[in-house]
């Protein structure tokens, strides 16, 4: 992790110098700021070294052409792409620094280099001859970046409140922004909680000209699920077999670095199948292994993660969690966050990392599978809900979610109750809704209660219809379901709390 930030407008060394120091956290390892010779264009960047610890300082220029770039990521193919652009007649000053590959990346194939990225990434460049930044955010979001566009301005920074620290941005709340909060728990791009900012969606990028003071937009890559034709006449032990080798190869390029790797261990499938390649690949004795435990007996996994640390033989810590503990993490955790975010495996998460920090740099993880792999539980939900939709009319759904509400309430992890009473909420709209409200804190009535006035469902879940949508071309609901958590949940939520 590292931060960025950067403007073009109004501002002075002063107001970059405070973006940067806001990012301290995202960046204990070095920090540097650059500004044009002749332009009010600033940038800066806090380090966390992972990758040629000597050399990758930032930001980071070249002569020929000259460029300058504040880049948050890793590019997991950049030796790749070094001895591409080396054959291509680039000459490198660095030994094996990925910030570097971007710059002539860009000077070879410009903006749309990213095609040929395998990594995750929040850039800003800077190009001299065009005169014009390049803000890039990787195919899934990984990486955050907010950005603000005003008249003959832009300012951009990897967190809200390194933003906000530019007297340029409008700090009053975006109430559009507070119902997308209620009704998912998040807040989907490009929106925020203030009116003064954006965020770039994944999949984007934004050119801005120094010039003119125009900009552009683009989606560079969009998630969609297509039939291979080809795979349907394999078996199922050659897919498998094709699937582990590149989850290695994937593994493989994560494991990459100058510091030590560790692996985030639940016990559950993906978790524990990412660590035992790990431990393959790496050859390491006793790698070190995370977990976190609960008292509650059905919240906590513990057990399951000791089972798998035992066999794989990995140096495994497991730290408790308590309500006590909760409660003291709490105000920490709110202070890190950008932005409201209705996820509470957020204490664990910070809590796990916590503890993971003092024993190694870079961890591996298994989220992303669920979204991938349908491995929620909506997924089951889709046939019988479709059946249901089919036989139960309207007013008949409506008596029975009546009685469903009596239902004692249980606050067990995932509880039958729970699990009929959101079903049945999603239920009383129309398919392409059922995802979001399956997931919403609270429905449509509730929001219109807390917000003192009627809204349409149609604006308040667009992003999600929208994903549906794209999922939907082939009439596939399932396909459909998956776009949702793709395109929303995992960049919106799962990322953000990784981040």
Known sequence: MCGIAGFFGEGTQATIDQMTDALAHRGPDGRGTWKHPKKPLYLGHRRLSIVDLEG????????????????????????????????????????HSDTEVILRAYAE??????????????????????DRVLLSRDRFGQKPLFYHVGDYELIFASELKA?????????????????????????????????GANKLPAGHQLLFDIGTGEYEIQRY???????DPEHLQRSTSSLAQEFKELLQQSIQRRLVADVPVGCFLSGGIDSSTVSKLAVDISGAEHMKTFSIGFRESSFDESRY?????????????????????????????IQQLDEPLGDPSLLPTYLVSKVARSKVKVVLGGDGADELFSGYDPFRALAPSRLYQSFIPQFLHSRIREVMELLPVSHRNMSLDFKIKRTLRGLSYPPHLWAPLWMSPLDLPLLEQLFGRSLEVEDVYSEAITAWNVGFRSKNWHDALTQFYVRLYLQDNILVKID
Request: with cysteine; hydrophobic share 35%; net charge negative.
């Open 109 to 130: 194939w410009g903006p749309w280099m990213v095609d040929r990225f395998n990594g995750m990434w929040a850039f800003a460049l800077y190009d001299f001859e065009k």
């Open 221 to 227: 890559w969009e998630y969609q699920m297509e039939a």
């Open 163 to 195: 933003l906000m620290q530019s007297p340029r941005i409008d700090r009053s709340v975006s109430e559009t922004g507070l119902i997308k909060y209620f009704s998912h728990g998040f807040i989907p791009a490009p929106h925020t909680y203030i009116k």
């Open 56 to 95: 990758g300082a930032q930001p980071m220029q070249t002569v020929h052409p000259r460029l300058v770039i504040t880049y948050n990521g890793e590019l997991y193919n950049h030796r790749e792409l070094r001895q591409e652009l080396t054959k291509a007649g680039h000459q490198f000053t660095s030994s």
């Open 305 to 333: 993660a000791q089972t798998v640390a035992d066999a794989l033989r990995t140096d495994h810590l497991c730290e408790v969690l308590s309500l006590d503990q909760s409660k003291e993490l709490l105000p920490k955790i």
